[in-house]
């Protein structure tokens, strides 16, 4: 059977018995889909490359966990998402150590929230969707992320996270309520069409 018509079940298959050839078509096939999910959250491409590329090699070291060979598409996309989430939390990490060294040195960061709303650029509006995000509790931040800035389907949510759709769609009506307390009128924007 050649490669461009195996099933991602008889590619992951071959894959876990060594076949390294196998696993770059499963690599051809859905590094599209997690470059463009991972770009739905950050700017930064050289940094999307990066995951991409740790989450294809944690895939290939965790093969054997794999329970259904065809749900790749699916998981490949949840072990991007967190390796994306262990990236940002590792630059947050770094982040806050540089803030408490400016601290101890007298220098104090300049404030976001001081500039007035018409002068902020497009970047740091999204800056401040993803700190807002940031702040959910992390059930509600992956239905956030997963829904409005990796743009799935409600119902593929449900699938990915393994949860009912009633769970996914209450989870993501709270966020939603948090979000605009914390980011008033632009979270209507953002949302615009709702779930």
Not at 34 to 52: F, G, K, P, Q, T
């Amino acid at each position: 059977m050649s490669g461009l018509s195996a099933t991602d079940g008889e590619l992951v298959a071959r894959a876990r018995k060594g076949d390294v050839d196998a696993f770059r078509q499963l690599y051809e096939r859905h590094v599209g889909g997690v470059y463009a999910l991972l770009r739905s959250s950050l700017r930064d491409r050289d940094l999307v490359e990066d995951i991409v590329q740790t989450a294809f090699i944690r895939a290939w070291d965790r093969l054997a966990r794999l329970r259904d060979g065809d749900a790749f598409k699916v998981w490949i996309r949840q072990t991007a998402r967190r390796a994306m989430i262990d990236e940002i939390r590792k630059r947050r990490l770094r982040e806050a150590d540089s803030l408490d060294e400016n601290e101890e040195s007298g220098h104090a960061p300049a404030d976001p929230a001081a500039a007035p709303p018409d002068a902020l650029t497009r970047s740091e509006m999204a800056e401040r969707v993803r700190g807002a995000v940031a702040e959910l509790p992390a059930h509600q931040r992956e239905v956030v992320t997963l829904h409005y800035l990796d743009g799935m389907e409600v119902k593929s949510v449900a699938q990915v996270l393994e949860v009912p759709l009633g769970t996914v769609l209450s989870r993501l009506a709270r966020a939603r309520n948090a979000l605009k307390r914390k980011l008033g009128g632009f979270m209507d924007d953002w949302t615009e069409g709702g779930a």
